[in-house]
């Protein structure tokens, strides 16, 4: 088993601080990289009422409601995870990680299957987009991507907690590694990038 | 300062050497891709950096030779776009933004507080492949066909219209960014949590506040300047239309996404030269620096207020009158934080002892230099004035003053002040000096006819123009030549002094700043024991009083070693 003190630390409490401070400062880094995207959503719904509304309706508030249950629980293990591990409850840890590890993919599944459906539906802007209306692609356009990118982020979470479950797992990281504090913070900004996606794209037109 | 008993290593017994040289604790080829120890991290930035300035320098060689003639002749009309592009994205992103905090400021940063390492050592590692990767990708775009939008990626031609690789070029910018944030996370943790005892924020040298709010700015705008590029990628690569007017798209938000980044860039790029130059002022009129406290809230005020002035880009784009007029007063505003910079400087070489070494004569080249950009800035920043010159050379050589005859200088000045405790060798001062102000004159020359120029309608991106302004651009193309020459020559002297310059002792400046107590090159763990402060910095003239000009001034150097 590693040590759990890195260079160029003297203290874990130390450098246990450092990772969560570092992590939060990223975290705000992330927060604009989303703000931005959603900034430019909000001016095309300005823009574009009626057709974001209408374009609104057309998303699967059903596999929307249901992927934010899982993500919104997901984060609630990953907590109790991080948790865990910093009160070196191993087998706790474990099986907190491994429920986000499967709450995370499942996420990624049921957004497989809606945005095939959405695929099928012919909500992909282009020619032969479901809406008459042009400006409705826009919204769609800012569906796709804003959920893509997330869907991203997701996937980068779940790399991360199922490296940290395997070292913990195979005793290679000690449970007090800050680590797991750290990326509990990042799935939490995923979580939370999800919060308000929901209700800007499964709510908005449904009002 | 010289109580450097038995080094006892401080931690991780492990270590190879703990005590030599940063260069020579570890030899072989891994031992430098696979460091993590923040010096070599910066010399292996400072490696890649010279490739991309020759790259951006080579293509700006390739557009002032073709301007000098009114007809085109070397380049086609296509081909220029493509060199102007090449320049300005290799020196925006692959040399100017990275190029004072990722070189001297990731070898400095640890030293100047008192720190071993930097907070996240595997981090700044990963943040240079990144950079490494980034440029590869855009070498890639450029070498395959180059891209032809300007470095500003307008809408709707970079999505729609070009037929250029827009989209690697834009990926590789994004990557690129995520590795200034990476440095940017790693600066901010260290300054907050890696500080010696006793270095109290106040007590911090100017240099580490100035890359302090760079890496605010760092953090906070880059990634809306990724989420504006990703909505060009995705457009471009998937058709998903955000910014085309035929679908009811707005290209002007494009425009406020992309400078809500790219204003703030600026101030990426000047912020740390301000700290750079605040070090070499003091140190060559041996004299703290006027106003310490306000030079912070200066740094600080700048780097907020950069966030709001974006706006004045887009004067002549058919913004609201009344958002021009509130980023019109902005921009005067931020223009007084600038000044008092200015002012303190000057008033710190007031009954300074003052000797000009060559870091010092680009340091006074540098305040001359930004003055005259930072003037026409607000020259730039009144409406009327903007919509007459918006998009002339009157611009170009606005922001070349700012990013080149301030940041590159001072970028100049510092790589000339802490070569000695970079590599422990000293340089010929002649050739230095020589440097340093060719460097003033042939940037002046290159870039002061441009105002003129400009003023007389001359407008930037073209290849081809009226034969009366040929005498101008003559003249730019002829200072160019001296400033090429400037900018080779400290490769020259300064890879000489590798192998027969003199030993630098420790503190060959006799500069008060931590960094300065440990040796020249220093220890793979920077301090042979950890060192403590109890002073601010900039002690220059500890009895008070500051003895005759003609004598040199005692000092004191900031804290001490335990």
């Known amino acids: ?207 | 300062m010289s109580e450097i008993a038995t080094p006892h290593a401080p931690t991780a017994p492990a270590r190879p050497h703990a005590g030599d040289s940063y260069l020579t604790a570890e030899q072989g080829i891994a031992s430098w891709f696979l460091t993590t120890d923040h010096k070599r991290i910066a010399l292996l930035y400072m490696a890649a950096l010279t490739v991309f300035f020759f790259i951006g320098g080579a293509a700006a060689v390739a557009i002032r030779i073709e301007l000098v003639t009114p007809a085109a002749d070397l380049l086609s009309a296509d081909g220029y776009n493509r060199m102007f592009t090449l320049h300005g994205l290799v020196m925006v992103w692959f040399f100017l933004v990275p190029s004072i905090p990722n070189t001297l400021g990731n070898f400095l940063l640890p030293l100047m507080i008192g720190a071993r390492d930097l907070a996240f050592p595997r981090l700044n590692l990963f943040s240079w492949y990144l950079f490494i990767g980034a440029g590869a990708l855009l070498l890639f775009a450029l070498v395959a066909g180059g891209v032809d939008t300007g470095w500003t990626f307008y809408t709707p031609y970079s999505t729609t219209y070009s037929n250029s690789y827009v989209l690697t070029a834009a990926l590789a910018v994004v990557l690129v960014g995520f590795s200034s944030i990476a440095t940017g996370v790693n600066f901010i943790a260290t300054i907050h949590l890696l500080r010696a005892p006793g270095m109290t924020w106040f007590r911090l040298p100017l240099l580490v506040w100035a890359i302090y709010g760079t890496s605010l700015v760092i953090v906070l705008a880059t990634p809306v300047l990724a989420a504006v590029l990703l909505l060009v990628v995705a457009e471009r690569a998937f058709g998903l239309p955000v910014f085309d007017p035929a679908r009811g798209g707005d290209p002007l938000l494009f425009q406020h996404l992309f400078w809500f980044y790219s204003h703030p860039a600026v101030y990426i790029m000047i912020l740390p030269s301000f700290g750079v130059v605040s070090e070499l002022i003091t140190c060559f009129s041996r004299r703290q620096v006027f106003g310490y406290s306000f030079m912070v809230y200066a740094i600080m005020w700048i780097a907020v207020i950069g966030f709001l002035v974006w706006g004045h880009h887009m004067f002549v784009s058919g913004q609201s009158l009344y958002v021009s007029l509130a980023f019109s007063f902005l921009s005067f505003v931020i223009a007084v934080p600038s000044a008092i910079k200015v002012f303190n400087w000057t008033f710190t070489l007031y009954r300074g002892q003052i000797t000009f070494e060559a870091p010092m004569l680009y340091a006074l080249g540098f305040i001359g230099l930004f003055t005259i950009g930072g003037l026409t800035g607000l020259v730039l920043a009144s409406i009327p004035i903007d919509v007459h010159v918006t998009d002339t050379y009157y611009v170009v050589a606005h922001f070349h003053f700012i990013m080149v005859g301030g940041a590159v200088t001072a970028f100049y000045g510092g790589l000339t002040f802490w070569w000695p405790k970079v590599t422990g060798r000293l340089y010929p001062q002649f050739w230095s000096r020589f440097g340093a102000i060719l460097m003033f004159f042939g940037f002046a020359f290159t870039f002061f006819p441009m105002f003129i120029m400009g003023f007389l309608g001359m407008p930037r991106r073209y290849q081809v123009y009226p034969p009366e302004f040929q005498v101008w651009h003559i003249l730019s193309s002829a200072g160019a030549v001296i400033l090429a020459g400037a900018y080779l020559l400290p490769i020259g002297y300064l890879a000489w002094s590798l192998f027969w310059g003199k030993r630098a002792g420790d503190n060959p400046w006799e500069a008060t700043g931590l960094e300065w107590q440990t040796s020249s090159p220093p220890p793979r763990d920077n301090f042979r024991s950890p060192p403590v402060v109890d002073t601010g910095p900039y002690d220059y003239h500890p009895d008070g009083e500051g003895p005759h000009h003609t004598e040199r001034a005692p000092h004191r150097m900031q804290g001490r070693q335990t």
């Open chain 1, 1 to 207: 088993m590693s040590e759990a003190l890195r260079e160029p630390w003297d203290s874990l409490r130390r450098q246990r601080e450092a990772a969560s401070f570092g992590m939060w400062i990223y975290v705000s880094s992330e927060a604009l990289l989303f703000a931005g995207l959603i900034l430019a959503f909000a001016a095309n719904r300005f823009l574009h009422p009626e057709a974001f509304a209408a374009a609104g309706r057309e998303t699967n508030v059903i596999y929307g409601t249901v992927n934010t249950l899982v993500l919104l629980t997901s984060s609630l293990t990953m907590a109790v995870g991080a948790e865990a591990a910093r009160a070196r409850l191993r087998t706790l840890a474990l099986r907190a990680l491994g429920a986000t590890l499967v709450l995370g993919l499942a996420f990624l599944v049921i957004k497989g299957f809606e945005w095939r459906e959405d695929i099928l539906q012919h909500l992909v802007p282009g020619p032969g987009f479901k809406l008459d209306n042009p400006e409705t692609q826009i919204f769609f356009a800012l569906y796709w991507i804003m959920t893509a990118l997330h869907g991203l982020h997701l996937t980068g979470g779940l790399g991360a907690v199922g490296w940290l479950s395997w070292q913990a797992w195979h005793d290679e990281r000690p449970l007090r590694s800050p680590a797991f504090e750290a990326v509990a913070l990042y799935w939490h900004l995923v979580d939370i990038v999800w919060v308000f996606l929901y209700p800007l794209l499964y709510l908005g037109g449904r009002t």
